[in-house]
C-alpha cells in the first residue's frame, strides 16, 4: 500500500458545525502533515507529527485541532471555522523528519464553510 | 526565516520546445523536492534531491540541484501538452521539521 488515504473528499460545514478530516497511511511512516492550500497558491504547513508528537505552525488558529491516534492515523478536527478556511485541505506523510525520504500527499479534502 | 522563490511564475510554451523553471532558496538545505499538481488536484512527488550536484530525470523533465547556488532547475525538454501542470519546488529544514513551497510555475504548452 503506497498511498495515503483521505476522507471525505467534499466537505461543506457551516460556521457552527463540528466536523472532522481523516488521513490514513499503511506505508509505516512515522510523519505525518496537515497542509492547508488555497486556490493558486502553494499548500501552507499547518501541523507535523514525527514519531506521534505534533509540532504546530504557529499561525494556526484554535479552532483547527489535530490529533494522532496512532502512527497510521491523523485528525484534523473543525470548531467554529470562517468562510475564510475554505480551502483544499492536504494530508502528507514520510519515512521520518530526518534525511532522506519523500512526502506522499493524500488526495485532499475539499473544505467549504458557509 | 527560509524563503523560496520560483520563476517563472506563468510559462506558455509550444510543443516540442524546452525550457527551464528556477528556485532560489535562502537558507541550507539538505532536501528539496518538486511536485506537479494538476487544477483541482494533490500534489504529485516529481523528485527529491538530496545533495550537491544531484541531478534527477523521468522523462522528459530533468531536475538539478546546487546547494553552495541554493538553485535548483527543472529542465523540460521537448514539450507536449500532458505536462500542463503547476509545478512547485520545495525545500525542507530537517531541524526544524518545516516545508516551504514556491509559488508555483503555472506551465501551459500549446500546440
Known amino acids: 500500500d503506497t498511498e495515503v488515504t483521505q476522507t471525505p473528499k467534499h466537505l461543506v460545514m457551516g460556521m457552527t458545525n463540528k466536523k472532522s478530516l481523516k488521513c490514513e497511511q499503511h506505508m509505516g511512516h512515522r510523519a505525518m502533515y496537515w497542509y492547508k492550500q488555497k486556490a493558486k497558491k502553494p499548500p501552507e504547513l499547518m501541523f507535523v507529527y514525527s514519531y506521534e508528537k505534533l509540532s504546530i505552525n504557529e499561525s494556526v488558529p484554535s479552532r483547527f485541532s489535530p490529533e494522532c491516534p496512532n502512527s497510521s492515523l491523523l485528525n484534523l478536527h473543525l470548531h467554529a471555522l470562517q468562510p475564510e478556511d475554505s480551502a483544499l485541505y492536504l494530508c502528507?506523510?514520510?519515512?521520518?523528519?530526518?534525511?532522506?525520504?519523500?512526502?506522499?500527499f493524500g488526495s485532499g479534502t475539499r473544505l467549504t464553510v458557509v | 526565516e527560509l524563503k523560496v522563490e520560483q520563476n517563472p511564475l506563468f510559462l506558455s510554451m509550444q510543443e516540442g520546445k524546452n525550457y527551464t523553471i528556477y528556485c532560489n532558496y535562502s537558507t541550507t538545505s539538505d532536501r528539496l523536492y518538486w511536485y506537479r499538481q494538476d487544477p483541482g488536484k494533490s500534489l504529485e512527488s516529481l523528485f527529491v534531491?538530496?545533495?550537491?550536484?544531484a541531478v534527477k530525470q523521468e522523462g522528459r523533465l530533468m531536475a538539478s540541484l546546487d546547494t553552495k547556488a541554493r538553485l535548483s532547475t527543472l529542465h523540460i525538454t521537448a514539450a507536449v501538452h500532458d505536462l500542463s501542470a503547476t509545478y512547485f519546488c520545495a525545500v525542507i529544514n530537517t531541524n526544524a521539521g518545516k516545508s516551504t513551497f514556491g509559488d508555483g510555475t503555472t506551465l501551459t504548452v500549446k500546440p
Open positions: 534531491l538530496l545533495s550537491n550536484g
Open positions: 502528507a506523510s514520510s519515512p521520518y523528519t530526518g534525511k532522506g525520504g519523500g512526502y506522499t
